[in-house]
């Protein structure tokens, strides 16, 4: 068989976690061929670090995407970029892998995005129209040119997650309630602390997630117990900055990372479905203690608690930080001295490889992978309703299609 050849778009931490894991999908030759980013210095040093000798190196990405003969495009860049790129991959029919979440708000898109200002505050009816609209032109052009989407969300390949769906399929019980999150104490990318580049703080950044794996899970117990899905009907939410209230604490007061311009750094959100079941979901730039992403489930006749990170597979112990200066434990850790969770693989726990494999495998087959478009959308829906929900105090509706009424 040929090799899958995979053309890349940014640099970053997501492509690093990309390029990784393609090199563990079992049985397929996965060949990166171009390799795109801002600037060309960065895209050497992923190369160099990765160890790949692309055909193409370039910061011209749209040229990237629509020349080279490449049967993935992989879009790893900051989120108010990926529909661009998403919608020129489709044209030229190319599949598609693209990083969560799929798209938001980014304010006025005829200003170049450096001068846009204040776009966290704009109303949040606004945006979920701007975004419903935003999310039926992707759709109709990934129908349109017949590409495969695969959307990286990670949390539904995760051996926790897939652990509770045998674990649930064998019990036969219903789904009552999910709780989950994802917290840590700040982001890396400095693209996060802006509204104009992320589509919002904490709730799309890291809520993402669990919101991505609690819609896959009902959707799923409701294909398996009745042969139709179980989909997000309403949500409330609340979202807040701490940051304001800790600038003025001295330093060793304040070990927060995480420097929000205008997006929030806390949120929560209750997710009712159709069913009447509900998610509680939260997602934290202030939580300290290393990355902590977590889904507990409360059924009919079971309970099952499944943490992806900060489990105690592996407890690490150093005096000080000098001991583990050179070592990994864990990601967004503060600190090595102390106890860590030190995870043996936080790639395969993360359920990267196995997203992978699955994005590559339906690409041979001809066939939309488990995490694909629907479930993109459907998370986005459920994000910038929860935006609306927290600004007016109100319950919000997921609109069904792409209009909100
Ligand atoms: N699934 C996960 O666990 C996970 C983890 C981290 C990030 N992400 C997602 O991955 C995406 C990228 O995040 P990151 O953490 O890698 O960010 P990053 O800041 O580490 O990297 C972004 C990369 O995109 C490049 N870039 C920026 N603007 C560009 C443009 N207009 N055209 C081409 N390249 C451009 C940058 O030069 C850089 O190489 C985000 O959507 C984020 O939500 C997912």
């Known amino acids: 068989m040929e090799p899958i050849k995979i053309a890349f778009v940014g640099t970053g931490f997501a492509a690093k976690i990309h390029a990784t894991a393609y090199k563990q999908i079992p049985n397929v030759d996965v060949k990166i061929v171009a390799v795109s980013s801002r600037k060309k210095e960065n895209v050497k040093k992923f190369c160099e670090e990765m160890k790949i000798g692309p055909e193409l190196i370039t910061t011209d990405s749209f040229d990237m995407i629509r020349s080279m003969n490449a049967d993935i495009i992989d879009i790893c860049t900051p989120t108010h970029t990926h529909s661009e790129y998403a919608i020129e991959a489709a044209k030229a029919g190319k ?14 898109t005829s200003i170049p995005v450096e001068d846009r200002q204040d776009v966290g505050n704009v109303d949040k009816l606004i945006m979920l129209e701007e975004v419903l609209k935003e999310c039926e032109k992707i ?5 349109k040119h017949q590409v495969i989407f695969g959307y990286a969300e990670n949390w539904v390949y995760a051996p926790p997650i897939s652990k509770i769906k045998s674990l649930l399929q064998a019990a036969r019980g219903k789904i009552l309630e999910i709780r989950c999150g994802e917290s840590h104490s700040g982001s890396h990318s400095k693209f996060a602390a802006e509204w104009k580049y992320t589509g919002g703080g904490a709730l799309i950044r890291m809520g993402s997630h669990p919101i991505g794996a609690s819609l896959h899970l009902k959707q799923w117990e409701g294909i398996i117990r009745d042969g139709h899905p179980i989909l997000p009907h309403s949500i409330i939410a609340t979202t807040t900055k701490n940051r304001e209230l800790l600038d003025n604490l001295p330093p060793e007061q304040d070990c927060i990372q995480s420097r929000p311009k205008d997006v929030e750094d806390w949120s929560t959100g209750i997710l009712k479905f159709e069913d009447n079941t509900t998610a509680v979901i939260v997602a934290s730039d202030v939580t300290l203690g290393g990355i902590e992403n977590w889904l507990n489930i409360y059924g009919s ?7 992806i990170s900060n489990n105690n597979t592996v407890m690490a112990y ?9 070592a990994y434990t864990i ?3 503060e600190t090595q001295a102390g106890w860590s969770y030190a995870q043996p693989s936080e790639d395969w726990m993360t359920g990267y490889p196995f997203e992978m494999a699955d994005f590559v495998r339906s690409v041979i087959v001809k066939t939309q992978p488990l995490s694909n478009l629907d479930l993109a959308i459907n998370t986005t829906k459920v994000i910038y309703a929860a935006y609306l929900s927290s600004e007016s105090g109100k319950r919000i509706h997921i609109p069904k299609n792409f209009t909100y009424s």
């Open 95 to 108: 599949n598609i892998i693209c990083e969560k979440p799929l798209t938001g708000f980014f304010g006025d």
């Open 139 to 143: 759709k109709q052009v990934i129908e």
């Open 301 to 307: 006749n079971t309970r099952i608690e499944a943490k």
């Open 318 to 326: 150093a005096p000080t930080e000098k001991q583990f200066k050179d």
């Open 331 to 333: 990601e967004k850790a």
